[in-house]
Every structure is written in structure tokens, then in C-alpha cells.
């Protein structure tokens, strides 16, 4: 608790867990990415591991799991 506030932990979103999210939403791509309003290429990094997503994308793919009710830890497999 921090200031009389409570934080969520964040998740640390690795490929697999990206991957295991777009698959639990059975989409593509090209269709998270339109949900998340980012490229198809974008996703395609974080899956393969080029980049991590970051700032408001992670706790975008935080919010679309929760409510998904996706649950992984980091390193799972997907």
C-alpha cells in the first residue's frame, strides 16, 4: 500500500504469455492488434520476443487478461 493506496501488482508480459492470451481470445494477430490499437507487426515482436510490451500495452494486455480471465505467470506455457 502505497499513500493509502493499494497497487496491482503488474505482470511482466514475456512471448509466451502474449502468445497464450491472443490464443485464449482465439484471435489473430492482426485482430489483437486492432483491439489493442497497435500494428499486427507489433504483436508479432512481442510473440517472437524481439520486444516486451511496455508502459500502457502492458497494462492494456493486464486489463484484456483480467477480464478475459486469463491467468499465467511469467514463463508459462501458453
Known sequence: ????????MRASWDAQSVRGL???LALTQEQLAEELGVR???VS??????????G????LLTLVAERAGYRYEPGDPP
Not at 500500500?1 to 496491482?8: D, F, H, K, L
Not at 515482436?45 to 511496455?54: A, I, L, N, Q
Not at 500502457?56 to 497494462?59: F, L, P, Q, T
Open 1 to 8: 500500500m502505497i499513500g493509502g493506496v493499494t497497487r496491482r
Open 22 to 24: 491472443r490464443r485464449h
Open 40 to 42: 499486427q507487426q507489433t
Open 45 to 54: 515482436e512481442w510473440e517472437t520476443g524481439v520486444y516486451r510490451p511496455r
Open 56 to 59: 500502457a500495452s502492458g497494462r
